[in-house]
């Protein structure tokens, strides 16, 4: 059983940066690959990035790649994403979920555990 809490989300001004956290119970964090997901009101959930569980290989959603960066430390059983050149269309209520095998990562199904999520804001 892995339970995860975001934190870190807030009100920024376009152009601006965020980095929100997702941190996780259970001894066994390390042996998850972890996921970013979002969801703006009226859309579907979307896949924002994602990261193995020893943070070798990490994807990324084609409208994030290149601004936003996901890391993790397992010897915290946190995993990060950093938010940089936000842009209004980034708002939405991030989700971090981990997944116990390294497969189809952007499908939100494929994961076993979800955060509450935190809401970011973008400003225009």
């Known amino acids: 059983q892995v339970q995860l809490v975001e934190s870190g989300g807030g009100l920024v001004q376009a152009g601006g940066s965020l980095r929100v956290s997702c941190a996780a119970s259970?001894?066994?964090?390390?042996?998850?690959?972890m996921g970013w997901f979002r969801q703006a009101p009226g859309k579907e959930r979307e896949f924002v990035a994602a990261i193995s569980w020893s943070g070798g290989s990490t994807a990324y959603a084609d409208s994030v790649k290149g601004r936003f960066t996901i890391s993790r430390d397992n010897a915290k059983n946190t995993v990060y994403l950093q938010m940089n050149s936000l842009k209004p269309d980034d708002t939405a209520v991030y989700y971090c979920a981990a997944n116990s095998k390294w497969v189809g990562i952007t499908l939100g199904a494929r994961y076993d555990y979800w955060g509450q999520g935190t809401q970011v804001t973008v400003s225009s």
């Open positions: 259970g001894r066994t964090f390390s042996s998850y690959g």
